[in-house]
Nanobody, 125 residues
Framework: QVHLVESGGGLVQPGGSLRLSCAAS????????MAWYRQAPGKERELVAS???????NYLDSVKGRFTISRDITKNTVYLQMNNLSPEDTSVYYC???????????????????WGQGTQVTVFS
């Protein structure tokens, strides 16, 4: 079982900044991807940013230049630095991790995707 614990959400005024953190724990061999998603009321969940273990990152167009995803591999932790926030960024932010749970000769790498409980980010004026 893999557990993801998020922190760092809160209330902020437009133009402000927040930093989200997500720490993974449990039994796994490797973390392939750590990512942040968000979901606003009445909207579908969308990928905000992702970080692969090869160092590559990917961002939602609307957050490029404002948000930065980073990872501390030694701590199995991913961060999302959010700058110049706007009311449109108001959402529940979810951490997701794609991990290699174990490997077998017959099946190769066995993977699983896990989600955090979500943290609310509210940008208000």
């Amino acid at each position: 079982q893999v557990h993801l614990v998020e922190s760092g959400g809160g209330l902020v005024q437009p133009g402000g900044s927040l930093r989200l953190s997500c720490a993974a724990s449990g039994r796994f061999l490797n973390i392939d991807v750590m990512a942040w998603y968000r979901q606003a009321p009445g909207k579908e969940r969308e990928l905000v940013a992702s970080s692969k273990d090869d160092g590559s990152t990917n961002y939602l167009d609307s957050v490029k230049g404002r948000f930065t995803i980073s990872r501390d591999i030694t701590k199995n932790t991913v961060y999302l630095q959010m700058n110049n926030l706007s009311p449109e960024d108001t959402s529940v932010y979810y951490c997701m991790s794609s991990v290699v749970l174990y490997t077998t000769i017959e099946r190769g790498d066995v993977r699983g995707d896990y989600w955090g409980q979500g943290t609310q980010v509210t940008v208000f004026s």
